[in-house]
Nanobody, 126 residues
């Protein structure tokens, strides 16, 4: 299973970016998908997840209302639309797929993820 994240870049505060994560080697339709990020000098943190059943989204408080996660099972791709970006959103963003099928959002932790992409850097300047 391979995950390829893309869409990162350098933007100004208030701008938008859309990250994409294409998964190969496994259909994602039965798996929880998630985005995490790691800022320089900080621990990795959860950003957003989307369930395999109803595609219900789940967000960290820091991005709720600004970011939108979505999945396209036909394209085996998960997206993260990031609006109203802030400097504190600067980080390397990683997409991940749950290790087990049919997980709920309770499993949206690094420990429950089975495969990870290499990350894409998002830099937000003032």
């Amino acid at each position: 299973v391979q995950l390829q994240a893309s869409g990162g870049g350098s933007v100004q505060a208030g701008d938008s970016l859309r990250l994409s994560c294409v998964v190969s080697g496994r259909p994602i339709s039965s798996y929880l998908m998630a985005w995490f990020r790691q800022a320089p000098g900080k621990e990795q943190e959860f950003v957003a997840a989307v369930t395999w059943t109803t595609s219900s989204p789940y967000y960290s408080d820091s991005v709720k209302g600004r970011f939108t996660i979505a999945r396209d099972n036909a394209k085996n791709t998960v997206y993260l639309q990031m609006n109203s970006l802030k400097q504190e959103d600067t980080a390397v963003y990683y997409c991940a797929v749950a290790a087990l099928m049919c997980e709920t959002v309770v499993a949206a932790t690094p420990y429950a993820m089975g495969h990870w992409g290499k990350g894409t850097l998002v830099t937000v300047s003032s």
